[in-house]
């Protein structure tokens, strides 16, 4: 949807500290499938629509 050159760095911020990369709504089924406990899910936006930073979803 964006071009790659701007979100890789916003995706680098988060992996860097642990998050997984999940980039399809299968991956998203899996990963909370497979969690156990409490599970945080950011969407991060590039077009201001978290008005400059990642919320929890």
């Known amino acids: 949807m964006y071009p790659p050159q ?11 500290f642990g998050f997984t990369n999940l980039e399809s ?7 909370l499938e497979s969690a156990k406990g409490t599970a945080l899910v950011v969407v991060n936006s ?10 929890p979803g």
């Open 25 to 31: 709504a299968a991956d998203v089924t899996n990963a």
């Open 6 to 16: 701007l979100t890789i760095p916003m995706t680098k911020d988060l992996t860097d």
């Open 46 to 55: 590039v077009c201001g629509c978290a008005a400059a930073n990642a919320r």
